[in-house]
Each structure stands twice: as structure tokens, then as C-alpha cells.
């Protein structure tokens, strides 16, 4: 019988949170009250989020036939460069809120969430280290090469930012590097912990990828015209912090009437909210929000057609498939 979605979900919020707790206690006090309040573990016990990466990574395991939780370290470890990666982000775009709470830089300042974040990025090695086996090592190589490319990609992020005339392919490239890093990581790391082949290593990796681009491709929509209550962050904030998404170039990149106004709107160096709110209308008006949908699409299909190819476990292969789905069809 196949697991469904929320099943899938769930386990991996059973087997991986309780391990990414432990690993987060183990840090210095301070940083851990950080990590804690950025998780939202200090209100009622809850937080952790979506469970969308651990549940890749156990997914892969199963993929490679060993027992999901031969991929609980490799999901923490991930987890944790993500957390790091977001601690990071939300004070380069001076974001106040993260899934309708504090972000952590406002309750404990900028210099200490930096230095959380940093820890959650060293934690993220030590976890898979502890483990002194070839299997943990290749992981532990794998996670750090995902790590350097999603910096990479988030460097080029914030150098397109406010800059008209980026491409489209530019857009993507950052995407497959700043998301898809990390989440190729995520499809793949399960199966190298559990001595997969090349072959069915290199396939995880490829379809994680294509997820990772979809993923972005998504939240740029999200990012302009998702639900505040979903979200968590305001309506039109991609075209506040004058981000290079790709419903914004490939409106751009259009011919449509409305594409030169839009462009003199972008080119202003302060924008009223009815000027950010055209912005938005001009950039669907062009074809910007259906073109970032249809290519959210195509990659799924892209990255369906690495699973068709692997040569994995059968209930694994819809799981990851279900993952991506709804990876795609998320409005949070």
C-alpha cells in the first residue's frame, strides 16, 4: 500500500525532529535560545515547518532500499543548513517576520542570529561526522558542495537585485543553485547513507534539482501574489525588495504594451504601495505569472522523468513523486 502525502510528511516529522533537537540542544546556550525561537519550539513545542526536505531525504533512503531511517542524520543535516541559510536571509532582506513570528534577528539582534546561523550551518557536519563510516563521509562531501553552490546562488540573488536586463536563464541557473543545491542534497543523501549506487545516487540528485527549480519557480509566484495568512510575509514583498524573480524577467522579456511601464516603475528608486500594486498587475498583465507557473510545471515533469529512470524502490519512487507534487501545488 503506498504512503500517502500527510503520512509521509508526518514520519518524518516523528523520526527527524526529535533527532534535529537533540542536535540543536548540544550548542552553546545562547546560540540555542536563537535556534529555539527560530524554530518556534519556544512557544508550544511545536514549529519545525513543512518537513519537506527531511521527508525527501527519508524518501531517498527507502529508495535505495534501506529503512527510512537510515536517513534521519542526513535529514537533520540538511534541515539545518537550511535554518542556517534562513537565519542569514532574513536579515539580508530585513524581513521582520517568518511564518507569522519574530524573526530571530529582531528578538536577539543581528550579530547573535548570525552566529546561530553559522552554528546551525557547523552542527549540520558535525551530525553526520559523528558517524565514522564511508557512507557519512560521502554525505558529509555532498552536503558541503550543496552548501558552497546555495551561497553561491544567493550571492548572485542579491546582485541582481533592483537590476533590469537580467535573463532569463540567468534566472534559472541561480535557481537550480540557490534552491536546488540543497534540495538535490535532500532527494539524494538518504541513499548515499544507505551505500546506494552511483547510478541511483546520481539520478536522486538530478530529479532534486528540477524539484529545487520548480520549488523556486513557485515561490516567486508566492512572493508577489501569495496569501499573507498562508505565507507569512506581505502581499507584492518580491517587488518591495526590487528581487529579479522570474515572473518579473520574463514579464520583462516580453513585448506586451504594458512592459515599458513596468520597467520605468521598476527603475524608480521608491515605490508607493498603489505604484508596487500596478507592478504587480503589469507583470501578470505580461505573461510574468503564468510563464513562472508553466515552468514550475515543466520541471516537475523534468524531474518525474529522473524518477521514471532510477532504478529504485517502487512505493519510494511515489513518495518522492508525491513530494514534488506538492512542491508545485503549495500556496504556502
Known sequence: MTTTLPATLNRARELV????????????PDLRAVAVQHFGWDEDGGGGGKAVRPALALASAAAAGAAPET?????VAVELVHNFSLLHDDIMDRDQERHHRPTAWTVFGEARAILAGDAL??????????????EAMRAASMLVDAT???IAGQSEDMSREGRLGVRIEEVIAMHAAKTGALLSCASSIGAVLAGAGE???????????????????VDDQLGIWGRPELTGKPTWNDLRQRKSSLPV?????????EAERLRDLLSKPDLAEAEIAEAAELVEACGGRRFAAEEAER???????????APIEPAAREE???LARFIVEREF
Open 17 to 28: 525532529w526529535p533527532a534535529l533537537r537533540l542536535a540543536v540542544d548540544s550548542l552553546e
Open 71 to 75: 536517513g534521519v542524520d542526513g535529514a
Open 121 to 134: 550551518a557547523n552542527l549540520s557536519t558535525q551530525v553526520l561526522l559523528r558517524r565514522e563510516t564511508p
Open 148 to 150: 558552497a553552490r546555495m
Open 199 to 217: 547510478d541511483v545516487v546520481r539520478r536522486l540528485a538530478a530529479f532534486g534539482i528540477q524539484v529545487g527549480i520548480a520549488f523556486q519557480a
Open 249 to 257: 524577467v520574463a514579464a520583462l522579456d516580453t513585448k506586451c504594451d
Open 299 to 309: 520541471r516537475m515533469q523534468l524531474a518525474l522523468r529522473e524518477l521514471e529512470q
Open 320 to 322: 518522492l513523486e508525491g
